[in-house]
Structure formats: C-alpha cells, structure tokens
C-alpha cells in the first residue's frame, strides 16, 4: 500500500502536465472550427507598411515595366478571368481602343469587335516597398483576318496602358510613331518628354518615374508599352528600390 501512495503522486502530476499541454492545441482545434466557413477580421498594425490602396498610376506603369525586366523582384500573382469578369474587360477594353481611334492613336480602319479575346487578371506586389497593383491582360486572334492584338488595362482606372497590334491596316494607314505614341500618353494624363525618335520608333520619358515608353511600328505591328529607364538616377546610382547597379547591369 505504501508503495502505492508513493507513486501515486507522480502520477498525478503527471496527468496535470499533460492536460496542460494539450489544452493550447484542444483550445486551438475549437476555435479554427468556429471560423471555418466564416467570415472574419483581424486588427492590421499601423506599422505593417501593407498599402491601403494602388500607388499613382505613374508607379504602376513601374510596376508594368519591372515585371518585364526585374520580374525576380516582384511577387506576383495571376488569376484567369470568366464570365461576367472577362465579358466586362473585354467590353473595356474595347472602349479602349475605339478611344485611342478618337484620340488619333489608331486609325479609322481598326474594328476593334472583330478578335474574341481571353484574359487574366495580374497582380504586382514590389518586395522593396510593398507597392502593388493590377493589370488585365487580354489576348486574341482573328482567323478570318489574321489579325494579333495583346492588350494590358490599369484595373485602377481601365485604361489602356500597353499594346500591341499586328493588323493589315496598318499597310494601308501609316503611322507616325512620334504622334502615336504623344497621343497615347497624353490619354493616360503622364508627363514625358520625347528623347528620340524615328518614323519607324519613338522613344519618351516619363516624369516622376524611371520609365520609359515606347512606341515602334513594323510592316504590319504596332507596339507601345512601359520599360525600365537605366539611366534614370534612382536605378543608375545605386539600389535604394532594390535595383541592381550600373556594375551590376554591365555584368549581366
């Protein structure tokens, strides 16, 4: 009996350790029951530096053209758009391009109804500061015309901000890369400067940015989108943003 009473205690204080290390987990499992399936909130510290809302769109045209040359720099995230989502894009960015005739970019003879178009939604989070932003890309093909279009929209504002083209209007209507790519600027409301220019190209500045745009028309294509300024200070005098240097670009 003795021997009993002796053990007794640490058998005890045992069973209590035990309960109290599973009691977190017991604790845990019931409350992940209660939220599944619900709809919940949590408090966002102040300091999180998580963006309310979309930089300026100068910042996201930035955005645009990091993914095409620092693309290892951004988080990104794609998801395909159906239904109501693409009809709705696609009929925007229709709009669009009936604009951009009105605003002198393309020419009359664009029908911008005669390619079905597929699409996606993206989404661009830089990893320095956390800006983010997203962009509709939309696609398509004309068997009847073989006519090409790639589209991308702010979906901040939904403008049109990249394109390109490659319909046969463009034999029959020629472009003036400089005035093209002017118009289609001053749509977007930025401030730029042209830097050079051809018939055939025309190269701009933006202004608040290290970004450049590009307008370039080939036999039958017509393409203006954002890059990366190299020789903007912010990316050409060191890494602040993240951003490799001069060395580093030369060595690449």
């Known amino acids: 009996m003795r021997n009993w009473k002796n053990w007794l205690a640490p058998i005890l204080t045992g069973l209590t350790v035990a309960a109290l290390a599973l009691l977190p987990l017991r604790l845990s499992t019931l409350r992940d029951q209660q939220l599944t399936g619900t709809v919940h909130t ?43 989502a693409l009809t709705e894009n696609v009929e925007l960015a229709r709009g669009e391009l009936a604009a951009l005739v009105e605003a002198g970019v393309l020419p009359d003879a664009l029908d911008s109804d005669n390619a079905q178009l597929f699409g996606s939604k993206l989404y661009l989070r830089d990893q320095a500061d956390l800006s983010s932003a997203g962009f509709v890309n939309l696609g398509g093909y004309d ?57 055939l190209w025309a190269c701009f500045r933006l202004q608040g940015a290290p970004v450049l745009y590009y307008a370039t028309i080939g036999r039958t294509t017509l393409r203006i989108g954002p890059w990366l300024d190299w020789e903007a200070p912010e990316l050409s005098q060191g890494a602040a943003l993240g951003f490799p240097t001069d060395a580093a670009v030369s060595g690449s």
């Open 42 to 84: 949590e408090a966002l510290a102040e300091n999180s530096n998580f963006p309310a809302k979309p930089p300026e769109l100068i910042r996201r045209l930035q955005l645009l053209a990091q993914q095409r040359e620092l693309a290892d720099r951004l988080t990104i995230i794609g998801q395909e758009l159906e239904g109501r």
């Open 143 to 199: 068997k009847a015309s073989g006519e090409y279009r790639s589209l991308v929209l702010d979906a901040e504002t939904g403008l049109l901000v990249d394109l390109e083209l490659d319909c046969a209007w463009i034999l029959k209507e020629p472009l003036d890369a400089a005035e093209a790519g002017a118009a289609f600027l001053d749509r977007l409301g930025v401030a730029y400067q042209l830097v050079d220019n051809s018939p």
